[in-house]
């Protein structure tokens, strides 16, 4: 592999910073796409008095998640019951507009 590369580039990408490196993360994954990891799991209400996830400790579900990872960090979402592919840029663009709507309300 780093043959092909060369050794110059190499060395250039080993300096980077790490913001640098995450821009070329995702030019690279603009090319290849990104790995995305989809499982099943039971989910958790959170209600305090829900006999399935308070009493038996199972939750609800199979749900399907995807798993993936996203300028160096690990991020897990909810897709539903039904199994559906997600575009991790939509996905990112709109946790970030939920993160900036409650950041607004205080
Ligand atoms: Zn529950």
Redesign the pocket.
Known sequence: MIEKIGKDLLDRITKLDKFSLYELDDYIHSLIGRRVTYIQRPS????PH?K??RVEGI??GLYWFAKFRHEGRQHMVYIGKAKREINIMEVMKKKKEKKQKSKKRG
């Open positions: 958790k209400c959170g209600q829900c399935k996830c939750g609800h």
